[in-house]
């Protein structure tokens, strides 16, 4: 499907759609329907979980969750699209301590109801701790954000969860907040430590612009993207897939954690290029100090290319994605073969202003900028060197900066 003419009322169609006959008898209540946008992240790569700065943009993929309440039952009913499996569950066991989840549901595996069931928990408790009264309900999920390409399909799922679920429990978090405890159950049911960008941009996005964010503080500030008919950003999916949880994201993580510490400083968003360079004891630690290298430059890139963007220096944004680029490939060591062949097939084009991978890395997709006006050839001549090299096809789609996310009441 091209992701262009895909609007985000689709997953919410079919997420209602999947609430009617799912569960025919329960057609009464009001429906809420909360969609969450996916994300790609145009520079700030690995420097989220450091305190650092990122500059993502909400997309036009998104993940749709389809709520109404059950008024006299005790259990809650959970289904997603295309999957047999569902979860059932009573809060009060879920919520109690040490709480009971559904049968079947394993946390830290990748499946997708430890994320959901997390959400549900997390807002549970501080639900009844602010003294709501809980009532079950019964939950549909549909969504267009590809599962494993590094566009953030959990976040969108974790994010319009939430904003079903809070809505139907009148919990009123600022965004925010919301994301924050999106992230939280990440990191305690889905067993993935993700820094707070994928939640955050899919929870405050604004159509046409990215989102300069700073990790540590949560201030942040959209800034316009370019007109449509002047440049395009565009995803290609290498179709292979990676797995945050499979230990690289963690030991990325834990490495900052430990440069930091032979610098002195509480996280590598306090440490300069300068600092990282001259301290004989971190440069003595190769493997920490390619860490540090690529987390303390990537964040100054970042910042650049947001004024670059501000301006409406293409060339110069361009420039930095590059860098980015190589500095995950060389120093951080997240990127693969794979994504390698996309990022050097479109930057060897003209009409590309800049290429790199996006995401957590080790498969998933790559970001180009492109003048809208190469957006055809480009694609075809990337997705003709990729097939070339790997034998594989790439799944290539122009991308709009999108709205976050967003709460729709209806009526029966
Ligand atoms: C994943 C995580 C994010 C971020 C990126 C890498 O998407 O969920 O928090 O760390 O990887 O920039």
Redesign the pocket.
């Known amino acids: 499907m091209n992701a262009a003419t895909t609007p985000a009322v689709q997953p919410a169609r079919r997420a209602q759609l999947l609430l009617d006959t799912a569960w025919p008898g329960n057609s009464d209540s009001p429906r809420i329907t909360a969609i969450a946008p996916g994300r790609v992240?145009l520079i700030?790569?690995?420097?989220?979980?450091s305190g650092g700065f990122?500059l993502p943009m909400a997309i036009d993929l998104a993940c749709a969750a389809a709520l109404r309440i059950r008024n006299t039952a005790k259990v809650s009913r959970v289904a997603i699209e295309e999957s047999d499996l569902r979860a059932e569950f009573e809060l009060d066991r879920l919520l109690a301590p040490g709480g009971e989840l559904p049968a079947g549901v394993v946390l830290g595996k990748g499946d997708w109801r430890s994320y959901v069931v997390g959400v549900i928990a997390l807002l549970g408790r501080r639900a009844r701790h602010d003294g709501k009264p809980l009532c079950g309900f019964d939950l549909a999920i549909a969504g267009d954000v590809p599962v494993g390409g590094?566009l953030?399909s959990?976040?969108a799922l974790e994010v319009s969860v939430a904003s079903a679920v809070a809505a139907a429990w009148n919990v009123h978090l600022d965004l925010p907040k919301l994301a924050a405890l999106c992230?939280q159950a990440?990191h305690e049911f889905a067993g993935?430590p993700?820094?707070?960008?994928?939640q955050f941009i899919s929870a405050l996005g604004r159509e046409g612009h990215a989102l300069l964010l700073d990790c540590r503080t949560l201030e942040h500030h959209h800034v316009p993207m370019p007109a449509a008919e002047h440049a395009t950003v565009v995803v290609f999916n290498s179709n292979v897939s990676h797995s945050?949880a499979s230990g690289e994201?963690a030991r990325r993580r834990e490495a900052c954690q430990r440069a930091a510490a032979v610098l002195g400083v509480g996280e590598l968003r306090d440490a300069t290029p300068q600092m990282v360079a001259s301290n004989s004891a971190l440069v003595s630690q190769p493997a920490l100090f390619r860490a540090a290298r690529h987390v303390v430059t990537e964040n100054a890139r970042t910042i650049a290319a947001a004024a670059a963007l501000e301006r409406g220096d293409l060339t110069e944004l361009g420039r930095l994605m590059n860098a980015s680029h190589d500095s995950l490939r060389d120093d951080y060591r997240v990127s693969c073969p794979e994504l390698d062949t996309l990022v050097e097939a479109g930057r060897g084009l003209g009409g590309v202003f800049g290429a790199r991978m996006t995401?957590?890395?080790f498969g998933g997709c790559a970001v180009m900028l492109v003048r809208s006006a190469s957006v055809d050839s480009v694609i075809a001549d990337v997705k003709h060197a990729y097939r070339a090299r790997h034998g594989l096809d790439a799944t290539a789609f122009p991308v709009r900066a999108s709205g976050g996310a967003t709460v729709l009441r209806t009526a029966g």
């Open positions: 992240n700030g790569e690995h420097t989220d979980y990122v590094g953030s959990s976040a992230r990440e993935v993700c820094g707070i960008m994928d945050l994201y995401g957590g890395g």
